[in-house]
């Protein structure tokens, strides 16, 4: 019944994992669950202020403009100038996207024949992978080792896979990993791409969530970066606004004209009212910011250390909201600490091979969770 496209996905590991979750609490056990990358916390009160206004405004009822309201990504550009010092034209140089996962998934589409190769890093965000196989393009799965702080090698990409590459997808501060980018990759991205005429993404949503006085660059900082490709950037992490889908992509204006020109036949762009609020999110106070990364600061500390003091060794994550934890087996791993300890994190290996070998620990729990998920961990071996 289904089609070719569909029997190519993988199978889908974090449904089964929702079925064995949902099979422990029904045998009533508190389960705790450091499984989703969902921030725990709630939206900025001025930013669903701004939302509820907008709401009750009727002009903002209507279909959306495809590229986006004029007042969102001007906003969206001032942001990256104050941010990052990336100077951006609103009209041509931003869209607004249903979060950056709408335009991962699109993406491909604009950019990939059958049979191109895309480059995607193993392990990785799924999407890059659904997205290259609904295209009917070829992933090629880019190692990130722990050996290379988990960024690819681009001089291991075979020549002839490069030269049928068109996309390759890349994420710093990187979910699963919580690794970041290290000096002059960017650069040697740049020089890549150009190089064998291939399209970047990076993919950035968790630019915000940072610690330790670290903070994160946008890939568009670097020279020639506008020349070759787009970022993807997202209100859901930064702003704790997973479930309002909204985020946007920034760069080169004929880059955006490929995925536009598919998102405008697919969907009709984000409600005007949550762009309103979009807006007032990159535009207002950025306190909100800062203290979900002292919460998370705190959280890390709480497992980093309480995982030490069990024997399991990590580094603390300088960016991001997850702990990645070297283990023998990770699904045996991950099913030991649901079964023995009610405890749910992802093993590695389920955003692609190459993170067999680790756990994802999602500190979207309170500190409380986390010292009890810790204690609960004692005597669990690796
Ligand atoms: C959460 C996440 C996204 C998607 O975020 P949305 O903007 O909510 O769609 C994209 N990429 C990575 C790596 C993520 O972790």
């Known amino acids: 019944m289904y089609s070719r496209r569909l029997d190519r996905l993988p199978p889908y590991l974090f449904a089964r994992i929702d079925e064995m979750k949902s099979k422990k609490q029904q045998e009533g056990v508190d389960v705790i669950d450091l499984g989703v990358g969902d921030p725990d916390l709630p939206s900025p009160p001025h930013v669903v202020d701004a939302l509820c206004k907008a709401a009750k405004d009727p002009v903002n009822h209507h279909y959306p403009s495809y590229a986006g309201l004029p007042v969102f990504r001007s906003a969206a550009a001032d942001w990256y100038k104050k941010r990052f010092g990336v100077s951006l034209d609103g009209e041509s140089e931003v869209i607004s996207l249903m979060g950056s996962k709408d335009g991962i998934a699109h993406f491909n589409e604009a950019f990939v024949n059958p049979g191109d190769y895309v480059l995607c890093p193993s392990p990785g965000y799924p999407v890059y992978q659904t ?98 490709g787009v970022e993807m950037h997202s209100l859901s992490k930064t702003y704790n606004m997973t479930g309002w889908r909204i985020g946007m992509a920034c760069g080169n204006s004929d880059i955006l004209e490929g995925l536009g020109r598919v998102k405008s036949n697919v969907d009709s ?80 290996v389920g955003f692609g091979s190459a993170g067999e070998g680790y756990v994802r620990f999602a500190i979207t729990r309170t500190k409380e969770r986390i010292l009890e998920a810790v204690e609960r961990m004692k005597g669990i071996s690796i």
């Open 131 to 228: 997205s290259t196989l609904f295209s009917e393009g070829s992933v090629y799965a880019m190692p990130l080792k722990t050996e290379n702080k988990f960024i690819p090698v681009l001089s291991d990409i075979p020549s002839e896979v490069a030269k049928k590459a068109k996309v390759i997808f890349v994420n710093y501060p990187n979910n699963p990993t919580s690794a970041i980018v290290t000096s002059g990759f960017y650069k040697e991205l740049v020089d890549f791409a150009s190089d064998y005429n291939i399209v970047v993404v990076s993919d950035n949503p968790y630019s915000e969530i940072s610690f330790d006085g670290y903070k994160a660059p946008s890939f568009l900082e670097t020279s020639g970066a506008m020349e070759v």
């Open 269 to 348: 762009g984000v409600f005007n009212a949550v762009q309103i609020a979009g807006a007032a999110a990159l535009s207002g106070p950025q306190d909100c910011v800062r203290e979900a990364c002292s919460i998370y600061k705190e959280r890390r500390d709480a497992l980093v250390n309480g995982l030490s003091e069990l024997g399991f060794k990590t580094e603390p994550p300088k960016a991001t909201f997850y702990v990645w934890l070297p283990v023998k087996n990770s699904i045996g791993f991950a099913a030991s600490l649901l079964e023995k300890a009610g405890i749910v994190a992802t093993p590695g």
